[in-house]
Every structure is written in structure tokens, then in C-alpha cells.
């Protein structure tokens, strides 16, 4: 009997957008750094584990809804 495995690369390419088990939306600029879009607090950090997101498969708007 043979048995082939392939396995999906891990690597990720920068930039890329990861979202966590409790829905937060990172989209990650170098490692473990990126801009959060969700919730929509939009804090820049240096210390996101990205080891701890998926690749985002959704879609996402950005938009100026703001009247000044």
C-alpha cells in the first residue's frame, strides 16, 4: 500500500487578513503585527498572535461614513 500526504503550506504572505475564534478581523502587515478592523476599535499592535487566526475567507468594506 502507498500513502501520499500533502499538506497545505503554513507560510503566509504579508499583507493578509486573519480572523481569531472570537472574531476579531487583524489584518497582519509583518509577523505577529497588523491593524485590527474588527471590532471596529482599529488599534495598531505589535503583538497580535497571529499563530492564534485563520486566513480570512469573507469579505470586507471599508467606508467614510463619517460626516464632517
Known sequence: MKVTVKE???TKEYPWIGISGDRTIILFHKYNAGI???PPSLSNFDD???DNFKPF???IVL???CKI
Do not use: T
Request: aromatic share 6%.
Open 8 to 10: 497545505k503550506s503554513e
Open 57 to 59: 475567507e469573507g469579505e
Open 63 to 65: 467606508s467614510n461614513s
Open 48 to 50: 497580535w498572535d497571529q
Open 36 to 38: 485590527c478592523l474588527s
